[in-house]
């Protein structure tokens, strides 16, 4: 994909909409489009990653080994919204495994090019980090709002269970 299209496609994802056009292009300068097929691994659970992947299309599903129950399913994430923040924030090892749920393409950023790009931009990595806070607190409402789901069905499933019989 050529770079123009890089910035376009960026541009378009409400993930960036705050950024300016110069640091957006910065961005496409990094950015490598990757395709994966309905099934494909964009990362497997404790693995190291460097990158931080923005998903441009398709959707992809996190899930998590849960010992006793296997890998289950936590979150559904489609165009716009990043996966791999892990890379960004911490050690790089991955919290959960990524799989495309169908044809997916995503922005790979490699996550030492962007550290080097702030450090030279200060604005820019504050600019970005503000971007990925708020992607981060959308991501804990929507693990809240979950919980509060499963609480519920399971305080119903008591509550089924605690009736007297008779």
Known sequence: MALEDIYKNLSELGLFSKLPETMLRQLAQLAELRSYGAGGLLFHEGAHCAELFVLQRGKVQLQMRVPGRGCIPILTLGPGQLVAWSAMLGTGEMTTS??????????????????????????????????????????????????LDLCSTDAQQISVKEEPHG
């Open 98 to 147: 990524a799989t495309a749920l169908e044809e997916t393409s995503a922005f790979a950023l490699p996550v030492s090019k962007l550290k080097e790009l702030f450090e030279q931009d200060h604005e820019f990595g504050y600019r970005f980090m503000e971007q990925l806070a708020n992607a981060l607190a959308r991501r804990l409402v929507a693990t809240r709002l979950q919980l």
